[in-house]
């Protein structure tokens, strides 16, 4: 991950541009952002983390093809790639409505998700603010995160001006 926060902002800006212009991909709305630790190798700079919720009329697999591209694109290199080591961008999906899968190339929701304070605050802050996950689908989902505990080191960010 990029050391300077513009560097980390000017990535994701770029990543949520490119999705938003996704064949199959409309209503893109964002969580605020946070700032937390690294987790796993915890010698590399702050991460900046948001939840993205959007419509779509892909597959989850052609979806995930999506992201890792988007991955690809900030100049992600998976091969050689220390696991939760530094990378410029990590794009994960987390939940896909109707969906879930316990193995295979996929897994939904996001196996590790409920562990993860960086996903859970703003996951939480997303679903709570946007009107289309007020829906009955994605009631299991709101009430998890009622009884999530947030966990330390979520820190609110904001971005630099201009």
């Known amino acids: 991950m990029p050391s300077d926060t513009r560097d980390r902002w000017a990535t994701i800006r770029t990543a949520l541009a ?3 212009r996704e064949p199959g991909v409309s209503g893109l709305e964002a969580s ?3 700032e937390t630790a690294p987790v796993g190798v915890v010698d590399q700079p702050a991460f900046l983390n948001l939840v ?3 419509d779509t009329t892909l597959a989850p697999e052609a979806l995930l093809g999506v992201l890792q591209a988007g991955e690809k694109a900030a100049g992600r290199r998976r091969e050689g790639e220390v696991r939760w080591g530094p990378r410029p961008l990590d794009l994960d999906l987390l939940l896909f409505e109707g969906e ?5 190339a996929m897994v ?7 562990e993860r304070a ?4 703003p996951l ?3 679903i709570e603010r946007v009107a289309r996950f007020q829906r009955p689908a994605w009631a299991e989902v709101r009430a998890r995160l009622a009884t999530a505990a ?8 904001q971005p630099p001006p201009g």
């Open 18 to 20: 490119a999705l938003s």
């Open 32 to 34: 605020a952002v946070f």
């Open 52 to 54: 993205v919720g959007i």
């Open 100 to 104: 879930a899968r316990a193995g295979g």
């Open 108 to 114: 939904l929701p996001h196996p590790r998700m409920w």
């Open 118 to 121: 960086f996903v859970l605050v």
């Open 124 to 126: 939480r802050e997303l």
């Open 150 to 157: 947030p966990g330390p080191g979520v820190v609110r960010w």
